[in-house]
């Protein structure tokens, strides 16, 4: 059983990895330090712990263990890999984090830059790259989404510093002749509503000379209206999920796995309700790690793969949303 059968390039998934740091940080943790509670945390958001890298971790070095992780599962030869792009908000450096991981791989082929679409990062990375394979311009790919939201968070704010973890996974995408297996996909973005989660830039102004002036700039912590994200996600996730059923013929009976980008355990339970998914379909390791921004849908997906609940040919809806706005959905078969 495989995909669609075509006379054009389609694409199929090959290979999975992720990578978490080994610093855990738990809710009895945090309430050490805000007014919080497990109890509070738990019930509210359905997270248990998350990771945070060490100060010797960046974006780069976790990408590179997650693609390094996908390479091996796919036993591709490092020099056939055509393009690495990077889904992260949080770039060690900010001209790109991508060519560090190129050089680190040694995947001296590829060509690797950085995408910013915070928590749709990934999802936007993974079409982005299988256009570029559709086209017959390249023929594999890695997408990797790392993120190390940690040294953005304001650790004295409750409201939002109990959500977010540090992480990073990677699939390992290849063009083929003989099907698709990226069924079909939707992207949307609303700047309007732009300022419900932001990670704003500070300017300072300075001066360089007597009469021209300059700002430099430095990044401030993450600023989140949760209740207005929360509304936009339980809300917009489910419309373009059925949307993408309706253009593509499928319904939630023929879907295996409901593999959202992890949030919020309600925004998760909310969704598969909405759309008709038994809870035993919806994936989700919230508990774990939280929200790790560009890194939960390739992290929860090599986890699943991995413990084999994830099966070749299995057919997988999966949307990301988050900071934009931007939200978008995909519909595609493992393998
Ligand atoms: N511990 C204890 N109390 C807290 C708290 C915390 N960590 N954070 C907020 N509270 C308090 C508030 O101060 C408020 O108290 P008040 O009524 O006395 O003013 C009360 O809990 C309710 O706050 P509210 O903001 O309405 O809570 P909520 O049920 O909306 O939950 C979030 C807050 C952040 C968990 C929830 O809005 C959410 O998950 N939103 C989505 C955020 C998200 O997913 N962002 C990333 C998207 S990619």
């Not at 949080?90 to 060519?99: N, Q």
């Not at 699939?171 to 932001?198: H, P, S, V, W």
């Not at 949760?226 to 489910?238: D, N």
Request: charged content about 20%; overall charge neutral; aromatic content about 8%.
């Amino acid at each position: 059983m495989e995909g669609t059968n075509l006379n054009q390039i389609g694409v199929s998934f090959k290979g999975s990895g992720s990578y978490v740091p080994n610093q855990i940080l738990t809710n009895q943790d945090i309430s050490k330090r805000v007014d919080t509670s497990d109890e509070w945390i738990k019930s509210r958001t359905g997270i248990s712990e998350r990771r945070i890298s060490g100060i010797e971790e960046d974006v780069s070095q976790m990408g590179y263990k997650a693609a390094l992780a996908a390479i091996n599962m796919t036993k591709w030869d490092i020099n056939t890999i055509d393009l690495i792009i990077l889904a992260t908000s949080t770039p060690h450096d900010l001209f790109g984090s991508a060519p560090s991981i190129q050089e680190r791989l040694g995947a001296k082929n590829a060509v690797a830059f950085d995408l910013t679409a915070a928590c749709s990062g990934f999802l936007f990375a993974v079409i982005t790259a299988s256009q570029f394979l559709k086209t017959g311009s390249y023929k594999r790919a890695i997408v990797i989404g790392s993120d190390q939201i940690s040294s953005y968070i304001d650790w004295n704010d409750r409201r939002s510093c109990i959500l977010f973890g540090d992480g990073a996974g990677a699939i390992a995408i290849e063009a083929t002749l003989k099907y698709d297996n990226l069924i079909g996909f939707d992207m949307r973005t609303d700047g309007q509503r732009g300022c419900f989660l932001n990670l704003p830039s500070q300017i300072n102004e300075d001066v360089i000379t007597e009469n021209i002036n300059y700002s430099s700039s430095s990044f401030s912590s993450i600023q989140m209206n949760g209740q207005e994200v929360y509304k936009f996600a339980v809300k917009e996730v489910p419309l373009i999920i059925e949307n993408l059923f309706k253009k593509t013929n499928y319904s939630s009976e023929k879907i295996d796995w409901l593999l959202l980008h992890q949030a919020n355990q309600r925004i998760l339970d909310s969704v598969g309700d909405r759309l008709n998914f038994s809870r035993g379909k919806i994936l989700s390791n919230l508990s774990d790690y939280g929200n790790t921004s560009a890194a939960t849908i390739p992290l929860v997906l090599d986890e699943a793969v991995r413990n084999k609940k994830i099966k070749q040919n299995d057919i997988i809806a999966t949307s990301g949303f988050g900071a934009g706005l931007s939200w978008g959905a995909a519909l595609f078969r493992w393998g």
